[in-house]
DNA sequence: GCCAACGTTGGC
DNA sequence: GCCAACGTTGGC
């Protein structure tokens, strides 16, 4: 099992359109960058991933789940890249802020800090513990 | 709105 | 295949 991260600009697409498509599932397409595409290629079915909103919010408000792996993004006239589908797991009590992150030395390492523009990742699951611990949403 | 850090494109 | 010029992302 592993651990990822989306981000997503939330005027384009938020937590909420994800929330209210049906079964609470949706496309993730529009990817554009090839070592996003390849983390993409490497979900597996039941992988998790934290919902990133960027833009005014900067936040982890979330996690989903991967409940189809990749297929050709229909967006990509090139057929190049490809989505999965996510549905959306649960929302955090408090979400993340990218600040809160930062300002933890425990996340130097964090490839979200270190590439900023990279919009699917991997997270460690130290890192996946312990942003769950600061969310509030779960107990340990 | 600016700009750093990347990515991409195209001329050579 | 190099690299200058240009385009994009996303944090500030």
Known sequence: MKYWLLKTEPNVWSWQDNYKSKLH????DGVRNYQARN?????KKNDLCFFY???DEKK???TCKVVKEY???KSDKDKKFVSVMIKNEKKFLQPVTLNSIKQNPFFKD???LKQSRLSVLNVDIKYWKKICK???IYQN
């Open 25 to 28: 599932t949706a496309e993730w």
């Open 39 to 43: 983390n993409l290629k490497k979900m």
């Open 53 to 55: 909103h960027t833009g």
């Open 60 to 62: 982890i408000i979330g």
């Open 71 to 73: 297929f050709l993004d």
């Open 110 to 112: 964090f490839i979200l």
């Open 134 to 136: 600061m969310s509030n």
